[in-house]
């Protein structure tokens, strides 16, 4: 039985559509993210070796750069999703670390491993920029001190 893939159009649409949601919607670090993920997306095949021999050195520096800009938005801020996103980006790291260490790894096996963690950490910046747009919406809760022993509903 042979799985078909979606057209890589398809994807990119996916992932341009997120970046724009989180850049539209989305918090200050929701809105950086989005756009710095982008112009990332977007440069990469202009950097990217085609033939995929070796380490992509390239898309090596750029997923470092990325992952410093995670790693600071997730120190910085209260929100749980950028530690996802780190996580997710630090894999892709490690990934291109085991080629580097590893000839033997299959060029399928690092495309695989880079799509799978790019999908992640865009689901990440999806429920940060729902939640920062659902939270923008709903009315403030008062703040008002209550009685001991009453309990919230």
Not at 39 to 63: E, M, R, Y
Not at 97 to 106: E, R
Not at 113 to 136: D, H, K, Q
Request: glycine share 8%; with cysteine; charged share 15%.
């Amino acid at each position: 039985m042979t799985v078909a893939a979606l057209p890589v159009s398809v994807g990119l649409a996916i992932f341009l559509s997120v970046c724009a949601f989180a850049i539209w919607k989305g918090d200050e670090d929701e809105r950086v993210t989005g756009a710095v993920l982008a112009i990332a997306d977007i440069a990469t095949p202009f950097i990217k070796d085609h033939s995929w021999l070796g380490p992509q050195w390239g898309v090596f520096a750029i997923d470092g750069a990325f992952f410093a800009l995670m790693l600071v938005i997730a120190m910085r801020t209260p929100k749980y999703w950028p530690l996802a996103a780190a996580g997710f980006q630090l894999l892709g790291i490690l990934t291109h670390a085991a080629v580097m260490v590893d000839k033997g790894v299959h060029a399928w096996a690092y495309i695989t491993a880079g799509v799978i963690w790019s999908y992640l950490i865009l689901i990440a910046l999806l429920v940060g920029t729902v939640n920062a747009w659902r939270g923008r919406r709903q009315p403030a809760i008062s703040a008002a001190p209550e009685a001991a022993g009453a309990t919230r509903r």
